[in-house]
């Protein structure tokens, strides 16, 4: 520890010879190199142990990673008896050494961009997010400093709740180097799932939300997460209609293979059918739309009707065996546009406490619809009404706030066992909540 306090204290000293003012665009050319989480742990930087109000930082932003934040596990796993055993089933001997696992378990970056304090057994540590420190570490610690500046330097714009949404789902998603398929997933690694309101808000904050300026800023954060989700998905899977396997099994509903067998009379999923699909043929994953098109209704209708004839296409298509797959890359590729140009629109939104209650009214009362696409569905859809609660409480104070808390947690133990899900459990719950808005 005593050697990343000195190298903060060196860049600290650095700072008045680097950060004139006209250091920046020299600053601009230096390649940029990664100096690892302890350049930024002494106390007088983001090291403290008491968040600070009256500064534009908490300053115990380190401290609140390294003993509170699950990213800081993330290279631990790889090494425990689980993540052995599938880096086994995989042909990784080690995956604490293998790219394919250090791509998201670690900073795993070139050797020519590491610092000599450099160390990817730090697990997802400040640079996975805000980008390669070494241009703007000392620069950002002078007076007159600001954020921009960073930005112009190297640092990854955070702010920014499109490229916040990417930063996240570069691993939570995957793109085109780093993902999870069906064989990882049989070997162990848990499927992936999203949400970047709620994400957020269990993680440890070490970050100051503007609700001064925003109180609504979660509903945009939600909608807005929600349209950069679908991009990517369907990003990834034009990336692998085009790949060398086909079917890849983890763009399917993983639990409509893998679910508890009933007999036929009790089985849920043989009395909903299989609508445009052959029967045992799993159906598209649709989790990262149902909740994404409800806020369309609220927010733009035309465009949502624009994307459902999209997705519907991509729903068919992807449940087709031997299927079209160029019609696949060009059908997905087309959805992703339109959602791409949806979530521009939204991070320019406003947000109200009306549109909340109708966004909370509008997913609650599609209960039917949501439940019967399965488990994942129905899992963005409890924690896209747990992020619109908490936006709404916390502004509106309604009186049966109680009540509604105790019925969205109602939401999330009917995903307490995946495998034994029931849609009309989870329907009648849902219902349960939109009486009470």
């Known amino acids: ?38 350049s930024c742990s002494s106390p007088s930087c983001h090291g403290g142990v008491q968040p600070r109000q009256d500064t534009s930082v908490l300053q115990n932003e380190y401290s609140t990673w390294v003993i509170k934040d699950k990213h800081t ?44 304090t450099f160390d990817n057994n730090d697990g997802v540590s400040c640079e996975n997010c805000h980008g390669a420190a070494s241009n703007w570490l000392g620069p950002h610690t002078t007076r007159d400093w ?33 993902f999870v398929d069906h064989k990882m997933i049989a070997a162990g690694h848990p499927d992936l799932y999203f949400e970047l309101d709620s994400f957020s808000a269990v993680m440890p904050r070490h970050w100051k939300e503007p609700l001064d300026k925003d109180p609504w800023i979660g509903v945009r954060t939600l909608a807005a997460g929600q349209a950069v989700q679908l991009r990517e998905h369907l990003l990834r899977l034009a990336r692998r209609a085009q790949g060398d396997v086909w079917p890849e099994y983890a763009e399917l509903d993983c639990y409509a293979c893998h679910h508890s067998l009933t007999a036929a009379k009790d089985s849920w999923r043989q009395e909903r059918g299989y609508p445009d699909r052959a029967p045992g043929v799993p159906p598209f994953n649709a989790s990262r ?3 994404f098109q409800r806020i369309l209704q609220e927010i733009e209708p035309g465009a949502g009707q624009q994307l459902d004839a999209e997705l519907v296409q991509v729903a068919k298509l992807v449940s087709e065996l031997a299927t079209d797959r160029k019609r696949l890359v060009t059908v997905a590729t087309a959805g992703s546009e339109i959602a791409d140009r949806l979530a521009r629109r939204i991070v320019g939104m406003k947000f109200d406490q009306a549109a909340t209650l109708r966004l909370l009214k509008g997913i609650s009362g599609d209960a039917e619809r949501i439940s019967a696409q399965g488990e994942r569905a129905a899992e963005q859809a409890a924690m896209a009404l747990e992020s619109l609660f908490v936006a ?39 219902r349960a909540v939109n009486a009470l808005l």
């Open 73 to 116: 596990k993330a290279f631990e796993v790889l090494t425990n008896p689980i993540g052995q055993r599938m880096g086994k089933i995989l042909g990784l001997p080690h995956p604490e050494t293998a790219p394919k696992c250090l791509t998201c378990h670690s900073l795993d970056v070139p050797i020519a961009q590491r610092a000599r």
């Open 392 to 430: 709404y409480s916390t502004s509106g104070k309604p009186a049966n706030q109680e009540q509604l808390r105790a019925a969205i947690n109602g939401l999330f133990r009917q995903l307490d066992d995946p495998s034994s899900y029931r849609p009309e459990k989870f329907a009648g719950q849902m």
């Open 146 to 178: 600001n954020f921009d500046k960073s930005v112009q330097l190297g640092m990854y714009d955070t702010r920014d709740i499109i490229k916040r949404s990417e930063k996240c789902l570069s691993c939570h998603l995957g793109d085109k180097e780093k």
């Open 289 to 291: 739309y149902v909740v």
């Open 1 to 38: 520890m005593y050697r990343y306090f000195r190298l903060a204290a060196t860049f600290g000293m650095m700072a008045g010879s680097l950060l004139a003012a006209d250091a920046l665009e020299p600053a601009k050319n230096l390649p940029a190199m990664f100096t690892g989480p302890g």
